[in-house]
Nanobody
Framework: QVQLVESGGGLVQPGGSLRLSCAVS????????IGWFRQAPGKEREGLSV????????WYSDSVKDRFTISRDNSKNTVTLQMNNVKPEDTAVYYC?????????????????WGQGTQVTVSS
Protein backbone atom coordinates (compact mmCIF):
# COMPACT_ATOMS: atom_id res chain seq x y z
CA GLN A 1 0.00 0.00 0.00
CA VAL A 2 1.28 3.42 -0.97
CA GLN A 3 1.94 5.77 1.94
CA LEU A 4 3.21 9.34 1.87
CA VAL A 5 4.06 11.40 4.93
CA GLU A 6 4.90 15.10 4.73
CA SER A 7 7.00 16.98 7.25
CA GLY A 8 8.81 20.28 7.63
CA GLY A 9 6.00 22.80 7.58
CA GLY A 10 5.75 25.72 9.95
CA LEU A 11 5.85 29.50 10.28
CA VAL A 12 8.38 31.40 8.19
CA GLN A 13 8.93 35.08 7.51
CA PRO A 14 8.58 36.56 4.02
CA GLY A 15 11.81 36.14 2.11
CA GLY A 16 12.82 33.17 4.21
CA SER A 17 13.30 29.50 3.35
CA LEU A 18 11.65 26.24 4.30
CA ARG A 19 12.38 22.62 3.42
CA LEU A 20 9.55 20.12 3.12
CA SER A 21 10.06 16.37 3.01
CA CYS A 22 7.85 13.58 1.75
CA ALA A 23 8.59 10.07 2.99
CA VAL A 24 7.38 7.54 0.42
CA SER A 25 6.68 3.84 0.86
CA UNK A 26 4.85 1.13 -1.05
CA UNK A 27 5.50 2.64 -4.48
CA UNK A 28 5.42 0.13 -7.35
CA UNK A 29 6.73 0.46 -10.89
CA UNK A 30 3.34 1.59 -12.24
CA UNK A 31 3.84 4.98 -10.58
CA UNK A 32 5.68 7.59 -12.56
CA UNK A 33 6.10 10.58 -10.30
CA ILE A 34 5.88 12.20 -6.90
CA GLY A 35 4.49 15.71 -6.85
CA TRP A 36 4.10 18.60 -4.42
CA PHE A 37 0.82 20.48 -4.34
CA ARG A 38 -0.72 23.06 -2.06
CA GLN A 39 -4.22 24.10 -1.15
CA ALA A 40 -5.28 27.36 0.43
CA PRO A 41 -8.75 27.78 2.00
CA GLY A 42 -11.43 28.06 -0.67
CA LYS A 43 -9.03 27.31 -3.51
CA GLU A 44 -8.35 24.33 -5.72
CA ARG A 45 -5.36 22.12 -5.06
CA GLU A 46 -2.47 23.64 -7.02
CA GLY A 47 0.39 21.70 -8.59
CA LEU A 48 3.81 23.13 -7.76
CA SER A 49 6.57 20.73 -8.63
CA VAL A 50 6.90 17.10 -9.73
CA UNK A 51 9.81 14.69 -10.04
CA UNK A 52 9.93 11.50 -12.07
CA UNK A 53 10.53 8.33 -10.10
CA UNK A 54 12.11 6.75 -13.16
CA UNK A 55 14.63 9.27 -14.45
CA UNK A 56 14.52 12.33 -12.17
CA UNK A 57 12.91 14.65 -14.71
CA UNK A 58 11.22 17.63 -13.10
CA TRP A 59 8.27 19.90 -13.77
CA TYR A 60 7.47 23.24 -12.15
CA SER A 61 4.53 25.60 -12.16
CA ASP A 62 5.25 29.16 -13.29
CA SER A 63 4.37 30.46 -9.83
CA VAL A 64 7.29 28.71 -8.12
CA LYS A 65 9.83 27.70 -10.77
CA ASP A 66 12.34 30.39 -9.81
CA ARG A 67 11.99 29.87 -6.05
CA PHE A 68 11.28 26.21 -5.30
CA THR A 69 13.43 23.16 -6.06
CA ILE A 70 12.36 19.53 -5.97
CA SER A 71 14.79 16.68 -5.39
CA ARG A 72 14.78 13.02 -4.46
CA ASP A 73 16.91 10.73 -2.33
CA ASN A 74 16.30 7.19 -3.50
CA SER A 75 18.35 5.72 -0.66
CA LYS A 76 16.01 7.32 1.89
CA ASN A 77 12.83 7.12 -0.22
CA THR A 78 12.19 10.82 0.26
CA VAL A 79 11.26 13.70 -2.02
CA THR A 80 12.15 17.18 -0.84
CA LEU A 81 10.80 20.59 -1.76
CA GLN A 82 13.20 23.43 -1.02
CA MET A 83 11.28 26.68 -0.78
CA ASN A 84 13.24 29.93 -1.05
CA ASN A 85 12.17 33.57 -0.99
CA VAL A 86 8.74 32.61 0.30
CA LYS A 87 5.84 35.03 0.06
CA PRO A 88 2.63 35.45 2.07
CA GLU A 89 0.69 33.98 -0.86
CA ASP A 90 2.62 30.73 -0.37
CA THR A 91 0.60 30.15 2.80
CA ALA A 92 -1.33 26.89 2.39
CA VAL A 93 -1.43 23.23 3.33
CA TYR A 94 1.22 21.42 1.30
CA TYR A 95 0.68 17.86 0.10
CA CYS A 96 2.77 15.29 -1.71
CA UNK A 97 1.16 12.75 -3.98
CA UNK A 98 1.93 9.70 -6.12
CA UNK A 99 0.91 9.67 -9.75
CA UNK A 100 0.61 7.39 -12.79
CA UNK A 101 -0.02 10.48 -14.89
CA UNK A 102 -0.78 10.15 -18.57
CA UNK A 103 -0.88 13.80 -19.64
CA UNK A 104 -0.11 16.53 -17.14
CA UNK A 105 1.74 15.75 -13.89
CA UNK A 106 0.81 19.14 -12.42
CA UNK A 107 -2.94 18.52 -12.13
CA UNK A 108 -4.38 17.01 -8.98
CA UNK A 109 -6.68 14.51 -10.68
CA UNK A 110 -3.70 12.63 -12.09
CA UNK A 111 -2.81 11.53 -8.55
CA UNK A 112 -3.95 8.39 -6.76
CA UNK A 113 -2.48 8.80 -3.29
CA TRP A 114 -1.87 11.78 -1.01
CA GLY A 115 -0.22 12.44 2.29
CA GLN A 116 -2.00 14.12 5.19
CA GLY A 117 -0.50 17.53 4.44
CA THR A 118 1.70 19.99 6.33
CA GLN A 119 0.81 23.60 7.05
CA VAL A 120 3.06 26.37 5.76
CA THR A 121 2.40 29.90 7.00
CA VAL A 122 4.35 32.86 5.66
CA SER A 123 3.94 35.87 7.89
CA SER A 124 5.97 38.51 9.66
Amino acid sequence: QVQLVESGGGLVQPGGSLRLSCAVSGITSVYRAIGWFRQAPGKEREGLSVISIRDGSTWYSDSVKDRFTISRDNSKNTVTLQMNNVKPEDTAVYYCGASRFTRDPLVWYEYDYWGQGTQVTVSS
